[in-house]
């Protein structure tokens, strides 16, 4: 321990200019983000400060090649690797995260919902962020190859990000919100677990050519993941996870061709769009049900089959919901190609709508003010915000699992958004300290009811339908 210590102590010394100015750069995050509002891109800076403190504190000591000073003197790895560690946990992760709960008190957030998600998201930046970064830095022997492997890297980030977007137009990519966690997740464990053996492979061996093999492997396997596991796949995990806190043997879905929308709700689209209404009985009177994700594939005479597959999976808008009874419209878009083989035989259709239920609803009325208040489950609203006059709630770190009403009168009752993260982790691996959302607000309204819904089960629904015939659910217009 005793040479860790001195080996700290010499870093501090050796770095004392570059922690002056990341602490500098750290206040000013603080600064920004409490009366700018990021305006600054202190974020960014703030990111981009971290890397190179990491990357200068590691290559204070370059671990790849054989000539390094401090080979010859009676280090030991694990007193060097402690040193690092705790220089990077004490001057790049304590002060980010004294000027997060700055902010939080600041803003008057109750420290007891709002601590876990802090705690959580600091974790998730040592482990899954100044970790790995450490990691590059290992396998690099100074700033130049430092700063173009990190540019590469975020390249591929980006590109991997661009390949998975366009497939999905934004009100169907809203579909899978829920469970974007699931990917989230296979991509920091790697980060991660790639991280840790390669630090103590370099500190212990110095295999540098092992370590950037290890790497390499690692992130095409976990871009591979991200890119091509199947929603289905991540609806699978989420189901597994779900509460258990109800019998659902009552609740059924079948096809409902009454319940047809009678007008294309697509727009242009290169294929034929289908409407399959899909109505879901059964539902206990306190349970408010929505629909994720919706899997179709028919069956047809001499072979024919067609399914729905990862990117042209259907949209599910909510036309019908009432005491007992909830109906989706499924609207799929088939090849023209596809549709025109089949479009005249009987067909049979096997799907599967993915629900979430939710229930143990609360509610909470207070006065609408021109400054945040604290309301209910870490929220704080306030009734003005802008030009526009829009009410507007925030949350600590993230926001809540939750469906999230505003109720103004019975007669106007809104949701803050239309997807929620069933996430069970309280906070993501961002900089951001606070998520807001607003909803427009009648001008005559004087005080606010949130209401919140939890979720409290994930349900896969099977059902088959045969001898349809696909001419009878092309929408209208086409």
């Known amino acids: 321990m005793s040479q860790t210590l001195h080996i700290l102590k010499k870093d501090i010394r050796h770095l004392r200019l570059e922690i002056s100015l990341f602490l500098l750069v750290t206040a000013m995050f603080a600064f920004a983000e ?6 600054l891109g202190a974020r960014a800076l703030l990111t981009i400060a971290s890397a190179y403190l990491i990357a200068r504190v590691i290559h204070a000591e370059a671990v790849p090649g054989d000539n390094q000073f401090w080979i010859s003197r009676p280090y030991r790895w694990k007193s060097l690797l402690g040193a690092k560690l705790l220089f990077i946990f004490i001057f790049i992760n304590l002060p980010i995260l004294f000027a997060r709960l700055f902010l939080l008190v600041l803003a008057g957030f109750p420290l007891s919902s709002s601590l876990p998600g802090l705690l959580w998201s600091h974790f998730l930046i040592l482990f899954v962020a100044s970790l790995p970064i450490a990691a590059l830095a290992t396998v690099t022997g100074g700033l130049v190859p430092f700063i173009f492997s990190a540019l590469v890297i975020l390249a591929v980030v980006i590109g991997i990000q661009e390949m998975m977007m366009p497939p999905f137009s934004p009100s169907v990519r809203t579909l899978i919100d ?26 212990k061996n110095r295999k540098t050519r092992l370590s950037r093999t290890l790497a390499i492997t690692v992130a095409a396997l976990t871009a591979a993941a991200y890119l091509y596991v199947p929603w289905p796949a991540a609806m699978a995990v989420q189901t597994q996870l779900s509460k258990r806190t109800f019998d659902t043997s009552s609740i059924h879905a079948t096809l409902d061709p009454s319940s047809k929308l009678g007008f294309s709700a697509g727009g242009r689209s290169p294929g034929i769009e289908l409407d399959f209404p899909i109505a879901v009985t059964g539902v206990p009177e306190a349970i408010h049900v929505e629909a994720d994700a919706l899997a179709v594939s028919f069956q047809g005479a001499h072979g024919w089959t067609w399914k729905s ?9 909510k036309r019908i919901s009432r005491s007992g ?9 088939m090849p023209r190609a596809s549709f025109n083989q089949a479009r005249q035989q009987s067909v049979t259709l096997r799907a599967t709508i993915y629900l979430t239920l939710f229930g143990n609803t609360r509610t909470k009325t207070v006065p609408l003010k021109n400054t945040f208040v604290n309301v209910i489950d870490g929220l704080q609203c306030v009734s003005a915000l802008g030009p526009l006059g829009d009410m507007a709630c925030r949350s600590p770190f993230r926001w809540p699992a939750r469906v999230v009403y505003a109720k103004f009168d019975d007669s106007y009752v809104t949701p803050f958004r239309h997807s929620i993260s069933y996430s069970p982790f309280p906070a993501d691996l961002s900089l951001d300290w606070v998520e ?7 001008k005559t309204a004087r005080e606010l009811t ?3 819904k939890e979720p409290v089960r994930n349900l896969p629904l099977n059902f088959e339908v045969p001898n349809i015939r696909l001419a009878d659910f092309v929408e209208a217009t086409q």
């Open 178 to 203: 829920g469970v974007q966690w699931v990917w989230d997740a296979m991509a920091a464990i790697a980060l991660s677990a790639a991280a840790i053996p390669i630090v103590c492979i370099q500190y």
């Open 450 to 452: 949130i209401i919140t």
């Open 34 to 39: 409490r009366f700018l509002g990021d305006r």
């Open 325 to 333: 009874l909830t109906v989706f419209n499924g609207l799929v878009v």
């Open 309 to 317: 597959g990862p990117y042209n999976y259907p949209a599910l808008p």
């Open 436 to 442: 807001f959302e607003s909803v427009s607000r009648p």
